[in-house]
């Protein structure tokens, strides 16, 4: 049974570019969230998806959206990237309720 | 605004000992709470969840919860070189799967 996927694990952007990072949830979750983690705090929570929809959403600009697919996998988008978007980027998979899975994780580093 | 506070550590352990981590938080509401740990360039590990007052036991570890002071802690018997790691002390609110982490307390333990 494959837990959370993500990819890319690693990449590189310049600023003002603009990066999609992707997710496949663990076999029957159907809620994903996303967490930022910047080097040497706690991951912070971006927002949620359930059922196609954003359910939650944290302390973050518009310059980050997502979508979730029918398969419940999920798209994380940063628009207009900025240097202090540089950190670990982490998917969390679950069903409602249930406990949260969270994936490798995406390495931004934004230059 | 919620919050969970933890220690940043160095917690400095020989081996052998026990490592004792506690982490508080403000959301009286909070109903679950989570101890993860993550090594160095790798993403959070679920080792253990506790949801009603009092001790829970699982290995090397115990995590104890104290809703009425809003703290939860987590020891770690006979620490091993291998725990050496970073741990996260997470909150999950009333509604929804949305946690919220502290910054986490690093842990070294010394042969």
């Known amino acids: 049974d494959a837990g959370v996927t993500q990819s890319p694990t690693h990449l590189i952007k310049t600023r003002g570019q603009q990066v999609t990072l992707r997710c496949s949830p663990k076999?029957?979750?159907?809620?994903v969230s996303w967490y930022q983690q910047a080097l040497g705090q706690g991951p912070q929570f971006i927002f949620q998806?359930?059922?196609?929809?954003?359910?939650q959403r944290g302390n973050f600009p518009d310059r980050f959206s997502g979508h979730q697919f029918p398969n419940y996998s999920s798209e994380l988008n940063v628009n207009a990237l900025l240097l202090g978007d540089s950190a670990l980027y982490l998917c969390?998979?679950?069903?409602?309720?249930?406990?949260?899975?969270f994936g490798e994780g995406s390495w931004l580093t934004v230059v | 605004q919620k919050e969970v506070e933890q220690n940043s550590g160095p917690l400095s352990v020989p081996e052998g000992a026990i490592a004792s981590l506690n982490c508080t938080y403000s959301?009286?509401?909070?109903?679950?709470f989570f101890w993860y740990r993550q090594y160095s360039g790798k993403s959070p590990e679920l080792i253990m969840s506790?949801?009603?007052?009092g001790d829970k036991e699982d290995g090397r570890f115990t995590a104890q919860l104290n809703k009425a002071s809003q703290y939860v802690s987590l020891l770690i018997r006979d620490s091993q070189p291998s725990d050496s790691a970073t741990y996260l002390c997470?909150?999950?609110?009333?509604?929804?799967?949305?946690?919220?982490f502290g910054g986490g307390t690093r842990v070294l333990v010394k042969p």
């Open positions: 969390a998979s679950s069903r409602t309720g249930n406990t949260i899975y």
């Open positions: 076999s029957g979750h159907d809620t």
């Open positions: 998806y359930y059922e196609e929809e954003e359910r």
């Open positions: 959301d009286r509401v909070s109903q679950s």
């Open positions: 506790i949801y009603s007052n």
């Open positions: 997470a909150v999950n609110e009333a509604a929804g799967n949305k946690l919220t």
